[in-house]
């Protein structure tokens, strides 16, 4: 009698601890996201979709990130863009890339999952902020605010940015690889290869009365004030559509080519996509012509879309509205690396007021796609959202957890601090 009430007892506690772990979904990590979870032979990342869960009662969208990154590189398909030259036929060569960039992406309200034509990809990570981290209605980081003044002369207060940027199949293959082992990043596979493409939609809290220009525009409700309640949340237009392109025929200056879109509500289109007036595009960052006044060879600016914006970049090199006038979108992302001590700071994005020569050489200078800026470092070839992502991690982790074992076995992990984590994201 009393042996078999041992037994029981004994096979109820192993069934409940059976049931416990089925239920929690394998052993409790206090990291875990609550993303959905991806198909049978890929890996299971869960990194989590935003800062905050959507709150009860919450009948609106609600982001997911695309994680369910392809596990060997696929094929590159269709790439329009090749027909032309980004050099002499820049609007054309920037209108295919919007064009494959919203193909499939629109009817699905840019849910990269959902896509289909071909899946996106979200960069991990990027939920981790107080400030900047991801919002869980459409997945938004916050970029740079803009002056009063630096959107139209009629913007009489500064306005906040916030932006989702999604990364194609050969570019969400190098995000898989890089986060493969999800407690060890490592920057050794952010080689991205030729035809990766990623974009990236900016809103802004300025309204039409600020900035005319953001007339019968797309509008998106964030949760950018943090709200706790179900209500509405404040209405963002879209302002800039940035593009970046791993593209074989600029390798002789940075192998990658960057352009961006400025919303021109004016403009005849009958939709917001056709009202997306390309700015321009650059592919170097035309080292030759610092302090010259000469005129620019690697960046080409649509003399159509010029009287939309109040500045470009540093002595006319390509940035968009949201962007600092003293930098340029190339100069910026050729910073994108990682020490591998996480105890050396991040670099100041944007060189200070009256840089020398010598800094701004250094900063204007035409990096190889997969080189880093600072030598010795590890390269992230250009996504500053894989480095931010890797920063947030360390800085929100403190690097604490082993790295288990990962889909290519246990590894020493690449990326350590030697005097706690300095390493911080940085802003555009
Ligand atoms: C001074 C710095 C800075 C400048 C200038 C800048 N960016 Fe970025 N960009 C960033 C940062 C930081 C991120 C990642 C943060 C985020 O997305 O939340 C980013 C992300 C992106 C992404 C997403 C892919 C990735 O991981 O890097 C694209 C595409 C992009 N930028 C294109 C552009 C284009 C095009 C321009 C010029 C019109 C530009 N950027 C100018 C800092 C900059």
Request: glycine share 10%; charged share 15%.
């Amino acid at each position: 009698m009393k042996l078999r009430r041992v037994l029981l007892a004994v096979a109820l506690v192993a069934l409940h601890a059976w049931l416990i772990s089925i239920l929690a979904g394998g052993p409790a990590d206090p990291f875990d996201g609550g993303g959905a979870s991806s198909g049978a032979a890929q890996t299971v990342h869960n990194f989590p979709d935003a800062r905050d869960l959507p709150p009860a009662g919450w009948t609106g969208p609600v982001f997911h990130l695309s994680q369910s990154y392809p596990q060997s590189l696929p094929a590159s398909g269709n790439e329009p863009w090749l027909q032309y030259d980004f050099r002499t036929q820049t609007v054309d060569y920037l209108g295919a890339i919007l064009g494959y960039a919203l193909d499939g992406n629109v009817a699905v309200d840019f849910q990269g999952q959902s896509n289909a034509v071909r899946t996106w990809y979200h960069a991990p990570w990027l939920h981790a902020n107080a400030l900047k981290g991801r919002e869980f209605i459409h997945g938004l980081t916050r970029e740079r605010d803009s002056p009063a003044s630096s959107l139209a002369p009629t913007q009489t207060r500064p306005a906040e940015n916030w932006a989702v940027s999604m990364y194609n199949p050969p570019g969400g293959y190098v995000l898989g690889q890089v986060w493969a082992n999800r407690d060890a990043p490592d920057p050794t596979h952010a080689r991205f290869p030729v035809g990766t493409v990623a974009f990236k939609l900016i809103f802004t809290t300025a309204t039409v009365a600020e900035v005319p220009l953001l007339k019968n525009d797309l509008e998106w409700q964030a949760d950018i004030d943090r709200a706790t309640d179900a209500g509405p949340r404040p209405t963002l237009r879209l302002l800039q559509v940035d593009v970046a392109v791993r593209d074989s025929r600029a390798d002789a200056t940075t192998g990658w080519v960057f352009g961006t879109f400025v919303y021109d509500g004016n403009a005849p289109g009958a939709t917001v996509w056709d009202r997306l007036i390309p700015l321009g595009a650059m592919w170097g960052n035309d080292p030759e012509q610092l302090g010259t006044k000469g005129r620019l060879t690697e960046t080409v600016i649509n003399p159509a879309a010029r009287g939309l914006v109040q500045h470009l970049g540093y002595e006319g090199r390509l940035n968009g509205p949201i962007d600092n006038p003293a930098s340029s979108c190339l100069s910026c992302h050729s910073m994108a690396q990682v020490a591998s001590d996480l105890s050396q700071p991040t670099l100041p994005s944007v060189p200070p007021a009256g840089a020398s020569s010598a800094t701004l050489a250094q900063y204007f200078r035409n990096i190889p796609a997969g080189t880093p800026f600072t030598a010795g470092d590890e390269s992230l070839d250009y996504s500053l959202q894989l480095q931010n992502g890797i920063a947030n991690w360390a800085q929100a982790t403190g690097v604490r957890f082993p790295p288990p074992a990962g889909p290519r076995g246990i590894e020493p992990r690449m990326l350590t601090p030697s005097e706690g984590v300095r390493i911080t994201p940085i802003g555009r």
